[in-house]
Each structure stands twice: as C-alpha cells, then as structure tokens.
C-alpha cells in the first residue's frame, strides 16, 4: 500500500511492469544500449531507481546553515579591486576570495603579489567579518603571512577571523608541471608556514587539497577526488611530521572542488568527498568530523561563444554545489573566458546565489539527496571508483611520486582525448556552441581581454595538467570564420516537400554554423537547374544537399552535377549510401550526419573556402 493518500486507490506497480512496458517501446533494441549511459568512470547510469533502503545522511554544512558566498577579486588593478571587493559585500556576498599570480584559479588575471597590493584590495574590509579565502601559487606563497600582518596591523584578533589561507604545494607541483625542489625537502618548510601562523593565533583552515587542476585538465570525478584524498593524506602526514598531534593537522586543512553543470554527478562527487575523507580519518584513528568544501563553478565548462548561456551552467552548478552540501562557493562570472569580468557579470554571479539561498532556499534541508536511489548509487560507485584510484597512488609511494612519474596525468590525458572526441561528434553536446550556435550574437564587454597565462611556465609539459575548455576547438572554428575578409556561407539546397527536408535543412544549419558558416536555406527545389541558379544568387561558395533518402536516390546524383558546374563545394546531409561511388563522381565531396566528426568537417569545409 502507497503512503500517498492519492496513489493508494491504485494497485503499486513493480519494476517488472515497467520494464515490459519499455521493452514494447523498443521493439527488440538493446535496453543498455539505448537507455543505460555511462560516466567517464565507467559508472552505469540507469533510466529508473527505486528509493534507496535504509539511506543516512552524510554531515557536511550545519543544518540549516546557508553556504558562504564568495565572489573572486582577480583584478590587476589593487584600487579597482577594492572597489569591487566593497561593492561585492555590501551587495550580499559574505566573503572574498582572492586570486594570485600562478594559483590554480588563476583564469588570465591575478592581483599582484604583493602586500600593498593586498593591503589597498581590503581597505575597509572588516576582516574579522567577512569570510577571505586565498587563492595562491608558487609566485605568491608569501600572501597567508601578509594577510596574517595586515590583519594584525590593524588590531584584529587572530581568532577572531575566518581566513583559508591556501597553501597547496601539491596542487601547484600537479598545475605546473613540477617544482623547484621535490616534496620531501618542500614538506618541512610547508608544515613550518603553516606552524608559524598557528603560533600567531590563526585557528584557521590552512592548507587546501584542491580537486580543480584535475577537472580543469579534463579529468573524471573519481580522478579528481582521489586527487583531493591523495593531497589531503600527504598534507596530514607533513603537518604530523612537522609536530603538530593528527587531530591538529586534520583540522588544519580543507577542500576545493569543481562544480559543473552535470547536476547529478556534482551533488554525487561532493557527498562521496565526505565519506571518502570519513574513511581516512577512521584509517587514521580519528573520530571523523564534517570538513569544509569550497567549490567553484568549473572553469572547463565556460565558453566564449554565446557566454550567457554560462548564466544557466553557473545556475545548476551552484545549486548542484549546494545540494551536495558546499561550505562555501565562488561563482565564475559568465564572460570570464572572454577576459575579464565587468560589474555586471559579477553582480549575475553574485546574485545567481543570493537568489538560490534567499529566494529557493536551497540550505534549508540538510542532505536532501540522501534516500535518493540514483545519487545514493552515483555517491556509492564514485567512491569505490576514487579509492581505489587513491589506492593505487599510495601504492606508488604516495601523490608526489604518481606525479613526478606521471601515473595521474596520464589518466587524465587518457580521459581527456575521450571528452575532446565526444565533443568533436556531439555525443557531449554544448549549448550555444556546437549546438544551436547563435551565428549573429554581438561580443560580450570584458574590462581586459588580454589574459595572461604565463606565470611561471611548466618545468615539464608533460608532467603538467593542462587547463582546457571543452569548447575550445569549436571557438576556434568560429575565429577563423570571423577572420575571413567576406562571412562565409553555405547554401542548402531543399529538395522535395518540407516535409522531405526540414529536419536535415535544421540539423545542417545547426552543424555548418558552429563553425561560423551562415547557413543561406533556399526555397523547396525540384529542377537540378533550380538549385544551380538559387547557389548562384545566394552568394555562397559551399553547397548541402538536403532531404529524404528517398529523395536523394532519385535526384542528389543530378542535382549535385548542376551545383558542380555551377562551382560549388558540395555536402550533402546524411550516410553516404550504396550510391557513394556515383555521389562522389557527381561532385559530392563529403557527408555531415549524426555521429560524425563535426571539428574534422568544419575545418575541411573552411578549407575549400
């Protein structure tokens, strides 16, 4: 009997039923084929769950207890960044975090590593209030002990502010490629920073293990949280080593992931975090206590091309980051990959989370996926998955070695050139960019469209995690369409009733302008004749043919004979059928359909031009 007064006047139905139900739909497919996908971890995702038996919570942020917004102070300009960091506070964000030159969050611009320059960007800051979260590298590992002076100088009490002051020297080593010395001389000195700021009062988070060089490159969920478990171990063992008690160093770090727009696998990887770390702990003897997760909205899902469709990726991201239970999240604005943001870009990120907390709620409920039979299976899987990825370092002698041997980086290369080719076929699909791209959008104002990735170049490339954008390949398409003297175009020529061709018509439009091809559509055609004197008058130099099978086995051969004297560059929409031969002696030189290379098309397509 149903618990819903409503459903209980009908009988339940079972997962068989439902399962004949589906199989009638597909008439002898493959059910895991067609209905089953998977993640780049190899997870099996199912159509259907039932509520998970038994589930408990996971503790992670206090219940009822909003997370921290955090907005990013990235600018060159120590007085501009003042201004925003004032404007950002006093327009509902509760803290800052701060980007330096060589830190992993470093997208192109940074504040200058410096003391006054971190000094002028808090003036007026009261940093015994605001939440500040410090994004560092190599280049401005000296920004914990400034922050430390300022506040001081400024007669502010040690215990009294909430600072995360970020060291990450195993982040750093993993971004660039390599360090100047190797960790075990590096580790002393790490536990030393971070003792001494202890000795000054600071009861604070100190050192970060931090998952975002491993998505950013690429990298799967599992593979950025044995990451972050990797880092966290190696940090504890330096602090214990260093002299402080394990519960000491424990407390003394916290953690960073990426949120993307894949709702279900960020809430998953952000509750798995916390059971992963639960597990090390009681490995470790320790009684396990809720750690602190900061997220940021994930760098390799922005674009350039139609950047405001970023404002939706942005929106799932935070709310799939709050519903993991995040402490704290930063928000990329929306045009951050153009350059860098304007006011208004930062105040959408900024209200993005004002709206979700205050308006929707969404920290009210503690753990609201937990009983959730599909994240409660995404959470279980990712973690087996993630340990014994974690396993598999420490067996190589822990993360410092797996880097400087390159076991990890070759994974998520591995993954990498996976993703890369599912976006060049459309199987992973972005919006704006690859699909329905918006061929006539007007570019986006930035303040600075000069980013600067240069800071401190990798000793190694191949030892490095690359930054990426998954839409990278296809803004390149893009440019290089903007950059010829006249916009290029393609005509599609209609054969036969719409009926016969809008669907192709529609899915060559889409395919041709993702790489910045204006699609010229003509009238319904059914003379050869026609469609040479419409390609002559659209002023194109590129042809597709569009229509049914049915249709191209009776008139493609013909039709594509005119569009070739008629000095054409001809496609035609669809498989190349049993006519192949004839299509190609006809002029057709290619086909574009669902599943095929669209990056290699595209550019062989800008090259006829």
């Known amino acids: 009997m149903s618990e819903l007064p409503l459903a209980s006047e009908f009988p339940a139905a079972t997962r068989d039923e439902w399962r004949k139900l589906i199989d009638a739909v597909l008439k002898g497919a493959p059910f895991e084929k067609k209905l089953v996908s998977k993640t780049y971890d190899g997870i099996s995702i199912q159509p259907l769950y039932e509520r998970a038996k038994d589930a408990k919570r996971i503790a992670g942020r206090p219940d009822g207890e909003p997370w921290a917004v955090l907005q990013r102070i990235d600018f060159r300009d120590p007085k501009e960044a003042n201004k925003q960091a004032l404007r950002d506070l006093e327009n509902g964000a509760t803290g800052l975090t701060l980007v330096f030159p060589g830190a992993i969050g470093n997208y192109g611009f940074a504040l200058p590593a410096s003391k006054e320059a971190l000094a002028q960007a808090l003036d007026q800051v009261w940093l015994d209030a605001a939440e500040i979260e410090l994004d560092i590298g190599p280049a401005s590992k000296d920004a914990p002990y400034w922050l430390a002076e300022i506040a001081r100088e400024r007669g502010i009490d040690p215990a009294k502010t909430n600072f995360r002051f970020d060291y990450e020297p195993l982040g750093?080593?993993?971004?660039?490629?390599?360090?100047?010395?190797?960790?075990?001389?590096?580790?002393?000195?790490?536990?030393?920073?971070?003792?001494?700021?202890?000795?000054?009062?600071?009861?604070?988070?100190?050192?970060?293990?931090d998952g975002r060089v491993v998505h950013a490159s690429g990298g799967t969920e599992a593979q950025e949280l044995a990451f972050v478990l990797a880092c966290g171990v190696e940090y504890m063992r330096a602090l214990e080593a260093g002299g402080l008690s394990l519960d000491q160093a424990r407390d003394a770090l916290f953690f960073r992931l990426a949120a993307d727009a894949d709702q279900f696998l960020t809430i998953a990887k952000f509750r798995a975090l916390r059971k992963l770390w639960a597990r090390v702990e009681e490995a470790s003897s320790l009684t396990p206590k809720p750690i602190f997760?900061?997220?940021?909205?994930?760098?390799?899902?922005?674009?350039?091309?139609?950047?405001?469709?970023?404002?939706?990726?942005?929106?799932?991201?935070?709310?799939?980051?709050?519903?993991?239970?995040?402490?704290?999240i930063s928000v990329l604005p929306h045009t951050a990959a153009l350059g860098l943001p304007d006011g208004f870009a930062r105040r959408v990120a900024r209200n993005t989370q004002t709206v979700l907390l205050e308006e929707s709620n969404l920290f009210r409920v503690g753990d609201p996926a937990a009983g959730s039979g599909g994240i409660e299976t995404l959470t279980s899987r990712l973690c087996e998955t993630a340990w014994k990825l974690f396993q598999e370092i420490e067996a190589a002698g822990g993360i410092a070695i797996a880097l400087s041997s390159g076991l990890l980086q070759k994974q998520v290369a591995e993954t990498r050139a996976m993703r890369m080719r599912n976006i060049a076929i459309r199987k992973d699909p972005i919006t704006g960019v690859s699909e329905f791209p918006n061929i006539g959008e007007p570019r986006e104002q930035v303040l600075d469209d000069k980013p600067d990735f240069d800071q401190l170049q990798p000793s190694d490339n191949s030892l490095s995690l690359p930054r990426m954008r998954m839409s990278e390949p296809f803004e390149a398409l893009r440019d290089a369409a903007d950059a010829m003297k006249e916009r290029p175009k393609v005509f599609l020529a209609n054969l036969g009733k719409a009926a016969d061709f809008t669907a192709r018509t529609t899915f060559a439009r889409n395919f041709f302008e993702a790489g910045g091809i204006v699609a010229v559509p003509s009238e319904a055609l059914a003379l050869p004749e026609d469609a040479a004197k419409a390609f002559k008058a659209s002023g194109a130099k590129l042809a597709c043919i569009c229509s049914s099978d049915e249709i191209y086995a009776a008139q493609a051969v013909n039709v594509a004979k005119a569009l070739k004297d008629a000095g054409a560059s001809i496609w035609l929409a669809g498989r190349a059928g049993e006519k192949e031969e004839a299509d190609k002696s006809a002029g057709i030189g290619g086909y574009i359909y669902a599943g095929c290379d669209v990056i290699a098309a595209l550019k062989g397509a800008q090259k006829a031009l």
């Open 172 to 209: 750093a080593i993993a971004h660039h490629g390599g360090a100047g010395r190797p960790w075990n001389e590096k580790a002393p000195v790490f536990a030393a920073l971070i003792a001494g700021l202890k000795e000054q009062g600071f009861d604070s988070r100190f050192a970060c293990a």
């Open 293 to 328: 997760i900061s997220a940021e909205t994930a760098w390799r899902m922005m674009t350039k091309r139609d950047p405001n469709v970023n404002m939706l990726r942005m929106a799932i991201a935070v709310t799939a980051a709050g519903f993991g239970g995040a402490n704290a």
